[in-house]
């Protein structure tokens, strides 16, 4: 029997589009945010997501839909998915504060049966090694056997006009076949398509390699850009023409950043600073503070006149009408503006590398030192 009671924890740009299809799917859909300020604009039908207008507040509010800060209200829950941010800690790894605080919510919500679903960007083994043990000792009961648990990792691309919840593809990888059974049938009354992943380990790679992908094409690109000015080539009739190529290339364009809400709150994501990490090669190029804030960046050359649509960094005609969700979402300072948040505000030299990785390299050098030295 499809679940019927759906509780979304963090009402921000992926759990609130999710809570609307869910509304709009049938289900009897509940919001917990820890901002009463959120809470009380849903309730009052305004929207605080770029990419969710108050009319679809407002069609989810007629559903049924409840947005509340006290987990009371909510009862016991048939789906519980999790969609609270993971920025950087003061250390540079991720901080799973948020994650840990929802895991212990839902796990007083849970009942057997009920799907738990993580889809916070974080490194592989999270569901696993963080959240399961917190649901099980929260809630008394055993991931797999007794409810299910599942990591699917958000997907959302604010200001796409083209593909929203419904008909990206999503991801679902459980802690056992199971848990992946219970989440496909779930995500499959509410996405277009799901893909399942062989575990949540593999689901959570899956959306480190999708970041990961974006952010080193963004920044080669953009360094390409200065290397091609030094040459008086034209890097975007260049990559026009190696566009044509039908397999083995896709075209990024020259851009302020990676930008987004993904990346530049965690670009060291993708060098799994998890409890096993063992990768000491970062990928950090296009980060916020470390892309060099070059205001060549921001336009052709006069005399060229190429059109070209926009991929990776922002350009085209798509640029302007998301400049101000661009801002708000860490552009490097002096290209779009004032980079936001913590992170953008602390200084660090291009190219170092974050302090985990850097003990971890000192440490392999005095194990195994290079030849000739002493």
Sequence with gaps: MPAQNVLVIGLGYVGLPLAIQAARSGFRVTGLDTSEKIVAGLTAGRSHVDDVTDAEVAEMLAAGFLATTDEAEAGPQDVIVICVPTPLSDADGPDLSAVRAAAQTAGRLLRAGTLVSLESTTYPGTTEEVVRPLLEKASGLNAGTDFWLAFSPERIDPGNPVYGFRNTPKIVGGLT?????AAEVFYGQICDQVVRAKSAREAEMAKLLENTYRHVNIALVNEMLIFCRELDVDLWDAIRCAATKPFGFQPFYPGPGVGGHCIPHRPELPVLQGPHARLPIPVRRAGPGDQRPDARLRHRPRRRTTQHPRQGGQRGEGAAARRDL?????????????AAGPQAARPRRSGQLPR???????????RHPARGES
């Design 356 to 366: 985990p990785v850097r003990a971890r390299l000192a440490g392999r050098r005095a």
């Design 326 to 338: 661009q801002a708000r979402h860490r552009r490097p300072a002096g290209i779009t503006g004032p």
């Design 177 to 181: 076949p199971a848990c992946t059974d």
